[in-house]
């Protein structure tokens, strides 16, 4: 009996003391390793991926703008040859319109002669009086067109004897001289009278010549 009681008491020992080794004994965590290979070929490949977007993407837009460019350069280019060429035309048509404006306002002979061609036009058969009375009548300073249909209602020719000539020129003031011959219907007959009329002419902020008075002397 005692035998026995011993052996329980040994077992009952002994059973803390394993419990005690077992709990005393710690595992030994498990650590994963990642593929650390795999993964930093798959960042290379990626990387290479978009450099070469990158470059294709640039390739591109760069072409487009060059495109875009050389497109905008030859629309210019073309623009620029039209605008130059209409200018240039422009340009000429103006100095030669200027050139025969200077040319007919520089010589003061040249506004009689419109004025007597203004008459003419108006006394012939045909023409037109008031018109043309209007017309030489403006080419006075001081015009009279009431004046002017007087005098010449009854003329039915004007005839250039010498044509106008410069006498003097100074300034904005000259004076022109012609020789003309005026035929006049009269008492159901033509009565003529050959003449010679200085024009004193001024010249105003224009350049445009204007009579200012005339001196009619009878041949």
């Known amino acids: 009996m005692l035998i026995k009681f011993r052996k329980y008491l040994s077992i009952i020992i002994l059973i803390p003391v394993l419990i005690s080794q077992s709990c ?9 390793v990642p593929p650390q290979q795999e993964n930093t070929i798959d960042k290379e490949k990626e990387q290479k991926e978009r450099e070469e ?5 640039r390739l591109r837009d760069g072409i487009s703008d060059s495109a875009s460019i050389a497109a905008d350069t030859s629309s210019q280019a073309v623009d620029s040859v039209k605008i130059k060429t209409d200018l240039e035309a422009k340009k000429k048509k103006l100095v030669e319109k200027e050139k025969e404006l200077n040319k007919r306002l520089d010589n003061p002979k040249t506004a009689i002669t419109d004025y007597i061609e203004f008459l003419q036009r108006g006394t012939s058969s045909g023409g037109n009086f008031e018109l043309n009375m209007k017309k030489a009548s403006d080419l006075w300073v001081n015009g009279n067109i009431d004046r002017f249909k007087s005098n ?35 008492n159901n007959k033509n009565e003529e009278l050959e003449m010679t009329v200085k024009y004193n002419l001024t010249a105003d902020s224009k350049g445009k010549w204007k009579i200012k008075d005339n001196t009619v002397v009878k041949n």
Do not use: H, M, W
């Open 24 to 32: 005393g004994k710690k595992e030994e965590p498990q650590t994963f």
């Open 53 to 57: 977007f990158d470059r294709l993407k």
């Open 152 to 186: 010449y209602k009854n003329t039915s020719k004007i005839i250039v004897v010498e044509e106008p000539k410069v006498v003097s020129q100074s300034g904005t003031n000259a004076v022109v001289e012609v020789k003309i011959k005026k035929v006049d219907g009269k």
